[in-house]
């Protein structure tokens, strides 16, 4: 049962408005509280009358009592009641039912194919990661895309530098080479949009070295990703689309939105969509002046295609991308068609000279996420030694480094410190990981088995946590509604935080309600594992 619901039902009986439940922070405000201000104007009455009303009128066999504190109607569920249909709901697996049908499609990370990647784009292959395994929890069937530049700038750079026969690790190297001495001669430059100008003419010389260099760089990637539990289902090459931006071309020039401007390139007009605000001239640039197309021209083809494919479309980018997707939503308006919905993220900093800085790959300030994957490790396995703990370097490692980054804000920076993170104290993944495998310890001693017969002697000491439990659907809810797997991150550490800090003081074995805290332990071990798998992170049941 959701209390919750039931609760709002019932004011739904007396009331037409929008129903808000706040959560008091003090027990003896109750469970759940409903404000009455809003209802002052509809009742033209005072809220702390109106609240004082319906406190009355409302009644139910699982509510112990419900009154007003001032303009507040206060809801007080049975405690007894409440223990007993939560646990039995989590038990029964009733609180994991998919619910949800229809297909998404979730296209996020698309690295460059020209070097491995850094720290700062594993935020976008977390953050997709656990959206998919979100809305695969809730039902949905979920595919997921990685897009390839392989028709970008960058490729193009590369091509004069590499001969297609590289190593994946000398790709970076071999970029920021090619890029120092396109800075220091940018006559260079012409050879890079000629390069470009043969590709789209399909000439085969310089489509069989992309192509050589564009494989050998999506292995690499997707090697390393894969290593780190993220994987796809599919691959769309940008170069696919190469005919369909044509006819894209094509239907945004019957908008009379597009010209050619004074250097000869194609340019939609977006004047007057807001984007003025934010942007000098409101145009969005689709070709070079030799007619060869820009990126932002087939990512609206790819869109295009990408919306045939699914009911719910979400894509995941950086926060710098923000301007530049308010004018793609803008063009693909014109064209009366619908934007996929967006997560935006913020940035993972590395600690530079002068402070915090971006990561780039140009200029050489990164931080390889191969290389961070390994510190993970070896970080992991020290801690393992020193505690003398069990568990796999790997699983810790990477839980940890999957947490602190998903627990952020999406819209927050990350200054990220790999001490802070692989700490076995506080709010990071092996806290979670750790509390787990607690739970498993204490089931395993037990001689009692987890089951629906159990008997509540002392309600007062566990009436946290199991509210905390009853939580679970709502967050998951909200987080689907947000697109934030960073709500799934904060439950589990408030759920773990609240496990943790009832059995420091409370015996389990032998104790007079056994069965009962065994059943609540195997329900905070069952809630604990969705949530963490959600976000992407494996359990151990020893540490």
């Known amino acids: 049962?959701?209390?919750?619901?039931?609760?709002?039902?019932?004011?739904?009986?007396?009331?037409?408005?929008?129903?808000?439940?706040?959560?008091?922070?003090?027990?003896?405000?109750?469970?759940?509280?409903?404000?009455?201000?809003?209802?002052?104007?509809?009742?033209?009455?005072?809220?702390?009358?109106?609240?004082?009303?319906?406190?009355?009128?409302?009644?139910?066999?699982?509510?112990?009592?419900?009154?007003?504190?001032?303009?507040?109607?206060?809801?007080?569920?049975?405690?007894?009641?409440?223990?007993?249909?939560?646990?039995?709901?989590?038990?029964?697996?009733?609180?994991?039912?998919?619910?949800?049908?229809?297909?998404?499609?979730?296209?996020?990370?698309?690295?460059?194919?020209?070097?491995?990647?850094?720290?700062?784009?594993?935020?976008?292959?977390?953050?997709?990661?656990?959206?998919?395994?979100?809305?695969?929890?809730?039902?949905?069937?979920?595919?997921?895309?990685?897009?390839?530049?392989?028709?970008?700038?960058?490729?193009?750079?590369?091509?004069?530098?590499?001969?297609?026969?590289?190593?994946?690790?000398?790709?970076?190297?071999?970029?920021?080479?090619?890029?120092?001495?396109?800075?220091?001669?940018?006559?260079?430059?012409?050879?890079?949009?000629?390069?470009?100008?043969?590709?789209?003419?399909?000439?085969?010389?310089?489509?069989?070295?992309?192509?050589?260099?564009?494989?050998?760089?999506?292995?690499?990637?997707?090697?390393?990703?894969?290593?780190?539990?993220?994987?796809?289902?599919?691959?769309?090459?940008?170069?696919?689309?190469?005919?369909?931006?044509?006819?894209?071309?094509?239907?945004?020039?019957?908008?009379?939105?597009?010209?050619?401007?004074?250097?000869?390139?194609?340019?939609?007009?977006?004047?007057?969509?807001?984007?003025?605000?934010?942007?000098?001239?409101?145009?969005?640039?689709?070709?070079?002046?030799?007619?060869?197309?820009?990126?932002?021209?087939?990512?609206?083809?790819?869109?295009?295609?990408?919306?045939?494919?699914?009911?719910?479309?979400?894509?995941?980018?950086?926060?710098?991308q923000k301007l530049y997707f308010l004018q793609l939503k803008e063009a693909l308006k014109l064209l009366k068609k619908k934007a996929p919905d967006v997560a935006h993220y913020s940035f993972v900093l590395i600690q530079g000279k002068e402070g915090p800085t971006k990561m780039s790959t140009r200029k050489g300030d990164v931080v390889l996420f191969e290389d961070f994957m390994k510190e993970a490790r070896e970080k992991a396995s020290k801690e393992i030694l020193e505690r003398k703990t069990k568990g796999s370097p790997e699983i810790i490692g990477y839980g940890a480094v999957k947490y602190a980054i998903i627990k952020n804000d999406p819209n927050k920076n990350i200054l990220f410190k790999m001490e802070e993170a692989l700490s076995f104290d506080g709010d990071t993944g092996p806290y979670l990981q750790y509390s787990y495998a607690r739970a498993s310890s204490i089931l395993r001693k037990s001689k009692k088995k987890p089951g629906l017969n159990f008997k509540i002697k002392n309600i007062d000491e566990t009436i946290k946590l199991v509210k905390i439990l009853s939580e679970f659907p709502r967050i998951i809810e909200h987080a689907e509604e947000q697109r934030d797997p960073s709500l799934v991150a904060k439950f589990s550490f408030q759920l773990a935080q609240s496990f943790n800090e009832l059995y420091h003081h409370t015996t389990v074995i032998g104790s007079a309600q056994e069965d009962f805290l065994v059943s609540l332990t195997a329900a905070f071990k069952e809630v604990l594992k969705k949530s963490l798998n959600i976000l992407g992170i494996e359990t151990l049941e020893e540490m």
């Not at 049962?1 to 739904?12: N, P, R, S, V």
């Not at 001969?163 to 790709?171: A, H, I, N, R, Y």
């Open 1 to 320: 049962m959701d209390f919750k619901a039931e609760i709002i039902k019932l004011l739904k009986k007396e009331i037409k408005e929008e129903i808000n439940l706040e959560i008091p922070h003090d027990n003896i405000l109750g469970d759940y509280a409903f404000p009455c201000f809003s209802l002052a104007k509809t009742f033209k009455k005072n809220p702390n009358e109106i609240a004082s009303e319906l406190s009355k009128k409302i009644k139910a066999d699982f509510l112990e009592k419900v009154e007003n504190k001032g303009p507040y109607v206060n809801f007080f569920i049975d405690k007894k009641s409440f223990c007993e249909v939560v646990l039995k709901d989590i038990l029964k697996n009733k609180y994991f039912e998919k619910r949800k049908k229809g297909k998404v499609l979730i296209e996020h990370t698309s690295i460059n194919p020209n070097a491995s990647p850094h720290v700062g784009r594993a935020r976008n292959a977390v953050i997709g990661d656990s959206l998919k395994r979100l809305f695969e929890f809730l039902g949905y069937k979920v595919e997921t895309h990685y897009y390839v530049n392989d028709v970008s700038k960058q490729i193009a750079m590369m091509t004069l530098n590499c001969t297609g026969k590289e190593k994946f690790s000398d790709l970076l190297k071999k970029y920021q080479e090619i890029s120092k001495k396109i800075e220091e001669n940018p006559e260079l430059e012409k050879e890079v949009f000629n390069v470009l100008n043969k590709f789209e003419k399909g000439d085969k010389k310089t489509n069989l070295k992309i192509k050589k260099i564009v494989d050998i760089a999506v292995d690499g990637q997707k090697k390393i990703l894969s290593e780190f539990g993220i994987k796809f289902d599919y691959f769309d090459y940008e170069s696919k689309y190469l005919k369909e931006s044509t006819n894209a071309l094509k239907e945004l020039e019957k908008t009379g939105k597009l010209f050619t401007d004074e250097e000869g390139r194609k340019v939609l007009d977006q004047r007057g969509t807001g984007l003025e605000k934010n942007m000098k001239n409101a145009v969005l640039v689709l070709t070079r002046n030799d007619g060869t197309g820009l990126y932002p021209l087939r990512d609206i083809a790819y869109t295009l295609d990408k919306m045939k494919k699914a009911e719910n479309n979400i894509i995941v980018l950086g926060e710098d």
